[in-house]
């Protein structure tokens, strides 16, 4: 790395609370960039190394960093906590680096930055005295560099120092030919998807492979069938977070207590398109469970990002991530281990993943309850209204669509 670089770096190392660190020191004999420990509140300053003390976790919130004190349980410092944090404030902005090291602390946070725009590197596992880090990070989220630790340095300068086309590419047919590859060796179609949406996911693959024209990156497309895997993933939109917007949940609950108060034989039946990796079904279960405990519930949850539906199915979620379920949903809910909080069996159960193509695939049928809070608002128009006249077919009578507040059929 040069000796300024234009960023800053946060270490966060795994250490027993009672373990002192000698790591900034060791670090600063080894640099020329500036090594301090991290203090509460600090702001984030290019060209300084932070270390995370022992026994804290550490946030990034406003251009500061903010230290809490770490859980009884689990890796301290939490990899996941800082990667969710990142994800959340200042994901175009942010690379997550997960190197070696026991357990799979950072694969769930480095899957959230990655899906919110950031991007994420992992250390080559063979190159590790302790690969399973790395190859959980590697397993979970779709990384757009593994490399030995000698070739992250330049892989780090380059990526700051690539220039990309701006906001669309200067030939249309080049950006169709790009979208057109995909659709044919994926059978995913974009281009009904808003323009700025896919333009940005597509200048993060010529960042990360280090194309600086969209024509060399339709060679490389040409040369490279993996590539075209990882651009379809990377398009695929797969955030979500458990009980995003409390207050709609509550009012959808009130409705349903109004209407489906009653006990009655079938079941209640609940479709999530755009599933993602499950948060949204999960607490859908979980609430409607609580609030109609008289009926059966059947959720049917289905996204094209096959890499998401399988973490849906695991149901394992970081600590972060589950700490936004309400208390009273909560208890008994999810079962701790090493690996983060799964999902009770008994809600599992009640929640069925499948790979389904909204646009192409035949729809579910005699449903009552669709929740789409996080799929209009990245399609175009025509299709906004396309979907729309599907939900209405899909929905019993008196059927509620439960949308995101941002997601109209011209957003």
């Known amino acids: 790395m040069p000796p300024n670089p234009a960023c800053c770096f946060v270490i966060a190392q795994h250490l027993s609370p009672h373990h002192v660190s000698l790591l900034t020191t060791l670090l600063a004999r080894e640099t020329p960039i500036p090594v301090v420990q991290l203090e509460h509140r600090a702001e984030a300053r290019t060209g300084v190394i932070y270390v995370t003390p022992p026994s804290r976790n550490v946030t990034f919130e406003g251009d500061r960093f903010l230290l809490k004190p770490t859980s009884e349980r689990g890796p301290k410092p939490s990899i996941d906590t800082l990667l969710f944090s990142l994800a959340a404030n200042a994901p175009t902005r942010s690379t997550g680096i997960i190197l070696s090291g026991s357990g799979s602390d ?5 899957r959230q930055l990655k899906t919110a725009g950031g991007t ?36 780090l300068t380059k990526l700051g120092g690539v220039s990309v086309p701006g906001p669309a590419p200067h030939s249309r047919s080049e950006f169709d030919q ?5 659709n044919l060796s994926t059978n995913i179609d974009f281009r009904g998807y808003k323009i700025n949406t896919i333009t940005r996911r597509i200048q993060q693959r010529l960042i990360a492979t ?9 060679r490389l497309l040409d040369e490279n069938h993996d590539e075209i895997q ?21 009012s959808l609950l009130a409705t349903l207590k109004a209407r489906h108060g009653q006990p009655v034989a079938e079941p209640f039946r609940v479709w999530v398109p755009g599933c993602a990796t499950g948060e949204e079904a999960y607490s859908l279960a979980l609430a409607i469970a609580h609030t109609l405990p008289h009926r059966r519930l059947q959720i049917f949850a289905t996204d094209l ?30 079962i701790e281990s090493v690996n983060g909080f799964q999902v009770d069996r008994r809600i599992r159960e009640r929640v069925v993943f499948a790979r389904h193509d909204l646009l192409r695939d035949p729809l579910f049928l005699n449903i009552d309850l669709v929740s789409c809070r996080n799929l209009l608002i990245y399609l175009q128009p025509h299709l906004q209204e396309e979907v729309i006249r599907k939900f209405h077919h899909a929905l019993n009578p008196g059927g509620i669509l439960f949308l995101g507040r941002s997601e109209n059929l011209q957003s």
């Open 210 to 218: 280090r194309c600086s024209t969209y024509a060399g990156y339709l």
């Open 230 to 250: 990882q651009l379809a993933q990377n398009c695929l939109i797969s955030v979500t977070n458990f009980f995003r917007d409390p207050a709609a949940f509550e």
């Open 120 to 155: 994420v590197i992992a250390q080559e596992p063979k190159t590790a005295k302790y690969p399973s880090m790395p190859q959980a990070a590697i397993a979970a989220a779709t990384v757009d560099a593994v490399l030995p630790p000698g070739q992250i340095g330049a892989y």
């Open 106 to 110: 950072g694969s769930l946070g480095a």
């Open 178 to 182: 790009i979208l057109e590859r995909i």
């Open 305 to 334: 990002d096959e890499a998401a539906i399988a973490f849906g199915r695991k149901a394992t979620y970081a600590a972060p991530s589950v700490k936004d379920v309400p208390a009273e949903y909560a208890a008994g809910a999810f």
